[in-house]
């Protein structure tokens, strides 16, 4: 392999990232090449630097410091992701009924809502009616004309 | 390391708030993360309230721990994340000199063709271990760590940071040029 191949592939090589074939031709070349060879050992020693600096044995003081303070936390609870827009959805679904409920009116009631229609009629007012039973009765009038002209 | 299906169990009740079974789960990491995290600060007593807090984060977070990937790189996620917060607050308070762009970073093309030689490797390594680290970005930092500490690949490393594995290999040539160039100028400071 050319040594400028091998200057980029150097990393890759200390890393044992490389397939076994390039891996194989690099350290041919690292044979025949001081320099190539003295950048390995560069990577070697940084590993190693590093390696002594943080070599920290296992502790049980450690671990329980972290338990202490476990007593004053808990496992948060999982995330909301599915009941938001359920609870969105609801939401949306009640305000269109209340807004429903109050905005159509029937004439019958004499503009009055069908709650208050409701109240009054409890109370011994005249019965309210309601829009979905005025456009049921509607339906079959119509209905009942279309099988007349049939 | 425990395979990852070994610890799910352990998961599941910590989960459900066993703390013998958490406890289970932190000494089987703790040296992991209170050594990524002494890599990361290059301070062992802020290292160690790192680690601490990672696991409580841990804990508290269990229920995000979705099961796709190992939970030791779960807590190389969180322990990189917190050790980056806690970088950043120090440079807000001024506490070390920080060269975090990576413009500044101009390695010499022959920094890596020589090795340091014995009396640099006599150094402590400790000592060491700051000069070199106050020099790289977090970014550098995390790619390094996870490769000389843990020996993560560059797929595993690059699930572990979010990043492309072009990226840890961009980022890793650029940490060790800037490591060894860090460690000649050590070399020639004390006139060896």
Redesign the interface.
């Known amino acids: 392999m050319e040594h400028k191949e091998v200057r980029l592939l150097?990393?890759?090589y200390h890393?044992g990232?490389l397939s076994p074939a390039t891996s194989s031709g690099v350290r041919d070349h690292l044979k025949a090449c001081p320099?190539c060879g003295?950048?390995i050992?560069?990577?070697e020693?940084?590993?190693q630097?590093?390696?002594?600096?943080?070599?920290?044995?296992?502790?049980e003081e450690?671990?329980r410091?972290?338990?202490g303070?476990?007593t004053k936390?808990?496992?948060?609870?999982?995330?909301l992701r599915w009941p938001l827009p359920a609870m969105a959805v609801a939401l949306a679904a009640s305000v269109f009924i209340v807004v429903g409920l109050f905005s159509h009116t029937p004439p019958e009631n004499n503009g009055r809502g069908l709650i208050s229609a409701k109240f009054e009629y409890e109370q011994g007012g005249p019965m309210p009616v309601m829009e979905q039973e005025m456009e049921i009765s509607s339906h079959d009038q119509v209905l009942g004309s279309l099988l007349e002209e049939s | 390391m425990a395979p990852e299906y070994e610890e799910m169990p352990l998961i599941e009740l910590?989960?459900?708030?066993d703390?013998e079974a958490?406890?289970q789960l932190?000494?089987r990491h703790?040296?992991d993360i209170?050594?990524?995290a002494?890599?990361f600060l290059s301070d062992p007593s802020e290292a160690?309230d790192a680690?601490?807090e990672v696991?409580?984060k841990a804990?508290?977070?269990?229920?995000?721990f979705r099961g796709d990937s190992a939970f030791s790189t779960w807590l190389h996620q969180i322990t990189v994340n917190h050790c980056r917060d806690m970088l950043r607050a120090r440079k807000r308070r001024g506490w070390l000199p920080w060269n975090s762009r990576e413009d500044d970073i101009v390695p010499d093309s022959e920094s890596?063709?020589?090795?340091?030689d014995e009396a640099t490797?006599n150094s402590d390594?400790?000592v060491?271990?700051g000069q070199?680290m106050k020099g790289l970005p977090e970014d550098y930092r995390a790619v390094?760590?996870l490769?000389?500490?843990k020996g993560l690949?560059?797929l595993e490393i690059a699930k572990t940071l979010g990043i492309s594995q072009d990226a840890v290999?961009a980022r890793?040539?650029r940490a060790?040029q800037t490591?060894?160039e860090a460690?000649r100028h050590l070399k020639a400071s004390e006139g060896v």
């Open positions: 150097l990393d890759e890393d990232e320099e003295a950048a050992a560069g990577r020693y940084l590993a630097v590093l390696s002594d600096a943080v070599n920290i044995p296992p502790s450690f671990v410091g972290v338990l303070r476990l936390s808990r496992v948060e609870p999982a995330s | 910590a989960r459900k708030g703390g958490f406890s932190v000494r703790e040296t209170r050594r990524l002494t890599g160690q680690a601490q696991f409580i804990y508290k977070n269990l229920n995000k890596l063709s020589t090795p340091p490797r390594a400790g060491l271990l070199l390094l760590l490769r000389e500490l690949s560059y290999k890793l040539r060790r490591a060894l460690m």
